[in-house]
């Protein structure tokens, strides 16, 4: 067949709901976009290790710190299965990790936010675990095998992650005065940066439409992205807290919430490489990089020993 019969195919089966498999026959830009989302979405994960990692020896309780580790772990565990499915698609880790490091490949813009109290932990959990479950479950029914296969263990993870941080806030919102308002500024400081981890508006992305025709995704960044506010506002009135939108009112038309619309000047600034800490967290990942370079090397030669004796066995 011909390149265009083959994609007719291609497309047919993504059509019957068919899984696409790593040795299958796929259109390149097909391939390209899956590595690009995997892999933002492995180094997402990755990064998103550093600031809640800063506060595992200042959490405030052995119990806070003892479930905070888990979940830091979990992570770790999310970018390896991710990196794996993305190797897949005939791309070496290494070069993931490069492209990474010299700020080529991108990942989620809320890691470029500091978490300034043991609030912003909380609000990480709840708000943008919250996000990245509303973006991921659909996931689980991409049309790419490994990867579907990877967010089923994933999307689980993320749940618990996201009740721990709303566990967090609500033992705020429920405490003190003073800890109520560490609470409410955690809240109005990740709101925003929250709502732009779906990406742009519909109308501004060039990449949304392909994906959804192929099914790598299953709905719009707009469309998730009202999907999130419906799902918080009820939770965040729950807290005794109150989202920072002076626009939000619901609208018995569309039975959801209109609501303001973020900075996204602020977002592609972001992207850039421009925000709070943009430098900080490729730092931290290159160093960390060079510095396990030793482990890594013990590891192969450890392996390779191994399997020598193996054959000679």
């Known amino acids: 067949m ?3 019969q083959l994609e007719k195919e291609f497309q047919a089966r993504i059509d019957a709901e068919e899984k696409i498999e790593p040795k299958d026959w796929m259109p390149d830009a097909y391939r390209k976009t899956l590595i690009r989302q995997i892999s933002q979405h492995a180094h997402s994960e990755i990064v998103g290790m550093l600031p809640e990692g800063n506060w595992i020896t200042r959490a405030p309780s052995l119990r806070s710190k003892v479930i905070l580790l888990a979940k830091v772990q979990d992570e770790a565990g999310h970018g390896l299965y991710l990196y794996s499915a993305a190797e897949t698609l005939g791309i070496d880790r290494e070069q993931l990790l490069h492209d990474l490091h010299i700020g080529k490949a991108k990942y989620s813009s809320i ?9 912003d932990i909380g609000a ?5 675990d919250g996000a990245a479950i509303a973006n991921q479950v659909m996931l689980c029914r991409t049309s790419y095998g490994p990867y579907a296969r990877a967010m089923v263990k994933i999307c689980k993870e993320e749940s618990f992650h996201q009740r721990q941080g709303y566990e967090i806030m609500m033992h705020m919102a429920r405490g003190t005065e003073a800890q109520k308002r560490m609470a409410q500024d955690a809240l109005n400081r990740w709101w925003w940066p929250s709502l732009m981890m779906f990406g742009p508006p519909d109308k501004e992305s060039t990449n949304t439409e392909q994906s959804v025709k192929w099914r790598i995704k299953r709905q719009t960044n707009d469309e998730l992205r009202q999907e999130f506010v419906d799902k918080t506002l009820p939770q965040a009135e729950y807290l005794g807290l109150k989202i920072p939108d002076k626009d939000l009112k619901w609208n018995e038309e569309k039975k959801g919430y209109d609501f303001g619309t973020p900075d996204w000047e602020e977002f592609y600034n972001v992207i850039k490489g421009n925000g709070p800490c943009n430098k900080q967290r490729l730092d931290a990942r290159v160093k960390a990089d060079k510095e396990g370079e030793w482990v890594r090397e013990a590891s192969m030669a450890y392996y390779e020993k191994k399997s020598a004796k193996k054959k000679v066995a």
């Not at 890691?111 to 609030?119: C, E, G, I, V």
Request: aromatic share 24%; glycine share 6%.
């Open 111 to 119: 890691f470029n936010y500091p978490t300034l109290t043991w609030a």
């Open 2 to 4: 011909n390149t265009e």
């Open 124 to 128: 990480v959990g709840w708000l943008v």
